[in-house]
């Protein structure tokens, strides 16, 4: 419930967007976007290689643009993952 507590009202371009959430039994589901391409764990098992430099300079690059837009609404994320 804290994690959607924080996703809600979060609109960045950089950030996968929460829409609603459930309780059904004793179990929460959250509705995020659909990240078509997966994860980019996912991606580098499809590909079955490393990114490349470049590529990962825009993975950072977007990760900090996603981290710059929550800190400046004085939230914190400590769960950032390639999954």
Request: proline letters at 0%.
């Amino acid at each position: 419930m804290k994690e959607v507590d924080i996703m809600e009202g979060i609109q960045s371009e950089h950030v996968v967007q929460y829409h609603a959430s459930f309780i059904v039994k004793q179990n929460i589901w959250i509705v995020m976007d659909y990240c078509a391409a997966g994860s980019a764990s996912d991606i580098m098992k499809i590909r079955n290689c490393c990114f490349t430099e470049s590529e990962i300079q825009l993975f950072c690059r977007d990760i900090l643009f996603g981290l710059r837009y929550l800190h400046s609404r004085s939230k914190i994320h400590r769960d950032i993952k390639s999954g």
